[in-house]
T-cell receptor, first 109, second 114 residues
Framework: RKEVEQDPGPFNVPEGATVAFNCTYS??????FFWYRQDCRKEPKLLMS???SGNEDGRFTAQLNRASQYISLLIRDSKLSDSATYLC??????????FGTGTRLLVSP | GAGVSQSPSNKVTEKGKDVELRCDPI?????LYWYRQSLGQGLEFLIY????????KSGLPSDRFSAERTGGSVSTLTIQRTQQEDSAVYLC????????????FGPGTRLTVL
């Protein structure tokens, strides 16, 4: 079983739609959680950290459920520019980041 | 300011040859990381440096892989006797300290082993 699992998608949504991605992690000792965004043939970039209380950044909302070892990302009012692969990332141990394989989002006009 | 830079951006080599990949982290960042991303796969952790030392080499897939960092700055990842399964994008990242949550990635080196 992979340490971080995501639905690879793709998720095809129209502009303006709300879309949600889920991620599960297997190591209960994981300490920090993130969503990174990766555009095609580009490097990953931090989108947002994920906190137990849930956090929001504009159209993006992240949630963490430690009991279920589950992380989510909600994107409201999708834009064409949101098309990318969204990577669920978990930090376990001192510094090592463990990446999911990513969920691909395609937003169409 | 300047971000993480990597060179070369693309490398094509023949099976059995050695290759060196270079990473220049953001100035002042003490922590440096190497990952690789194979086609359709997630990022795979290879090695982490704090300063010039490597507290975690757990991700290096075989003894053909080695990395060093000198002067607390530039790092080189060396792959000896390359194999076709080594073909991947090798990504370097840095962070200000080893406790920082955000790692800044370079553009990667796309390695193709023929």
């Amino acid at each position: 079983r992979k340490e971080v699992e995501q639905d690879p998608g793709p998720f095809n949504v129209p502009e303006g739609a709300t879309v949600a991605f889920n991620c599960t992690y297997s190591n209960s000792a994981s300490q920090s959680f993130f969503w990174y965004r990766q555009d095609c043939r580009k490097e990953p970039k931090l989108l947002m950290s994920v906190y137990s209380s849930g956090n929001e950044d504009g159209r993006f909302t992240a949630q963490l459920n430690r009991a279920s070892q589950y992380i989510s990302l909600l994107i409201r009012d999708s834009k064409l520019s949101d098309s990318a692969t969204y990577l669920c990332v978990v930090r376990t141990g001192f510094q090592k980041l463990v990446f999911g394989t990513g969920t691909r989002l395609l937003v169409s006009p | 300011g300047a971000g993480v830079s990597q060179s070369p951006s693309n490398k094509v080599t023949e099976k059995g040859k050695d290759v060196e990949l270079r990473c220049d982290p953001i100035s002042g960042h003490t922590a440096l990381y190497w990952y690789r991303q194979s086609l359709g796969q997630g990022l795979e952790f290879l090695i982490y440096f704090q300063g010039n030392s490597a507290p975690d080499k757990s991700g290096l897939p075989s003894d053909r892989f080695s990395a060093e960092r000198t002067g607390g700055s530039v790092s080189t990842l060396t792959i000896q006797r390359t194999q076709q399964e080594d073909s991947a994008v090798y990504l370097c990242a840095s962070s200000f300290t080893s406790r920082d949550n955000e790692q800044f990635f370079g553009p990667g080196t796309r390695l193709t082993v023929l």
